[in-house]
């Protein structure tokens, strides 16, 4: 696996397309922007904002915020790439306590979100989501996942691992990879899948990340619990995006190419990943998803 830090990577990027190689930006953050915990600055989503301007990514997974987070990131990413369509989808976090979603101080509903932008304008795009079965019942706030697909590009994906069990975070994972991402490619076609999220788990830690991770994906992380997983494709580039204290977490950029028409399941490689999750039944949900405006 191509593995290389770099200074800078060029910004702008071709999307996967009919005929020869694509290559995608994938842009993951935790901005931490719930008001409740220590972390919060209030300062993050401008942050985050000034990061996608300057590094104009394809995809944007996006951890720990409100639900308006995700609508101005995406008028802020259409704004950064004129043309095509952004399409955009949000999840909250379920509040076990509550049996409602959980939420931000402000009132709106806090989880994840996805943005990704396609060359084609009104390309036809679905939107996946769900809550694991396995949850840490500690920990009030119920972890869930978000995969959206835009025209023909890449099944996108992120989620938000548990941060209290890293075994629950372990079974999370392998739920997603090894049952959920599956069943969202027979139901919604083949293509190439990208990972990105806050996984509560690190390559060499207890439990190691590598272990939930299917052969086949391409993996690289911020040197600590967030991390971009690929299928379909190779990583050839990665770096951290200084955040500036908005958040407890820096950004994570990776360059991942894509082999037009190839099989999500092909040869991608095995590079670090040498263990196979375990395989389990969970709640998929699906509808219709919307452009940004």
Known sequence: MCLLLV?????????VGDTGPATLRVLQMNLCNSGRAGCYTGQAVDRATEVITAERPDLVMLNEVCRNDVDRLGRALRAARRGGTVVSAFHAAGDRPATAPTLCNNGQPYGIGLLTRVDADNPRSSVHRGTYPAQDRADPEERVWLCVRAGDGPHACTTHLANTSGEVA???????LGAVVPAIRRRAGAGPTVLGGDLNLAAGGTPDVRSCVPTGYHRVDDGARQQILATGGTICCHR??????????????????????RAPNGPAGTGDCPSRPAVGSGHLLSSGCQPSR
């Open 7 to 15: 200074a800078g990577l060029p910004a702008g990027s071709s999307t």
């Open 170 to 176: 372990l079974a999370q994972c392998a739920q997603l």
């Open 240 to 261: 951290s995006v200084d955040m500036r204290g908005t958040t407890d977490h820096p950004g994570l950029l990776a360059t991942l190419t894509v082999e037009a028409g």
